[in-house]
């Protein structure tokens, strides 16, 4: 039955077809050459996504469901709320105590928050009067340039060597058998001092 003609152009086909499509190049597809010009949703790690909308569900329950876009949301309250958890976070405390949710996904609800008011036209935009863009970016980089300045330095200390600081001595100590004599306090001196300067061999 297998051997059947039918049968084996059944296989010769489904052979073909498979190596047609293995043979066609990727990225044909107009879906393809479209897509891969918007941003990636897969990108945003599945973590994030998860701990974010466990921190939306705890606000669902608490005030109900896209609360927010009932009234004006005022952006320092969202960004307090949002350091507050950081914080808490970042000194050692994974889960909020009242809702049992992780901190970081709290503070990425409050920033999903804030770009959804900014997006729809609900935010209160109540931050400080920018007066210079780029005014963090020069305070961080001159601050940068110090303290890789005070590394290098404190490198320089570790390193250093007393002998790095020895000047040549211009006039050297006498060396002889009198010095040597004199040093000894004459303990052991084979030869008298006093004959050694009269035969003139002190310099």
């Not at 393809?32 to 990108?43: A, L, M, N, Q, Y």
């Not at 960004?79 to 996904?105: C, K, M, P, Y």
Request: glycine letters at 8%; hydrophobic letters at 40%; a neutral charge.
């Amino acid at each position: 039955m297998h051997d059947s003609p039918r049968m084996m152009e059944m296989f010769r086909m489904f052979n073909e077809a498979t190596e047609r499509k293995a043979d066609k190049p990727l990225g044909t597809n107009p879906k393809d050459r479209i897509g891969s010009t918007k941003v990636s949703i897969t990108k945003l790690p599945a973590a994030g996504v998860i701990h974010g909308a466990h921190a939306m569900v705890d606000g669902a329950e608490k005030y109900g469901p896209f609360n927010w876009r009932d009234n004006k949301v005022i952006a320092s309250i969202y960004v307090d709320a949002a350091i507050r958890h950081l914080l808490n976070w970042f000194e050692g405390q994974e889960l909020a105590t009242d809702s049992e949710v992780h901190h970081l996904g709290h503070a990425i609800a409050c920033c999903a928050i804030l770009l959804d008011a900014q997006e729809t036209g609900n935010l209160v935009d109540d931050r400080p009067v920018c007066g210079d863009p780029d005014v963090a970016d020069r305070i961080l980089n001159r601050l940068a340039a110090i303290i890789k300045r005070r590394k290098e330095a404190k490198t320089v200390t570790m390193n250093f060597k007393p002998n790095d600081l020895e000047l040549p001595i211009a006039n050297p100590p006498m060396k002889g058998p009198v010095i040597d004599a004199l040093a000894s306090g004459f303990v052991g001196a084979s030869v008298s001092p006093l004959a050694l300067i009269g035969n003139g061999n002190a310099k």
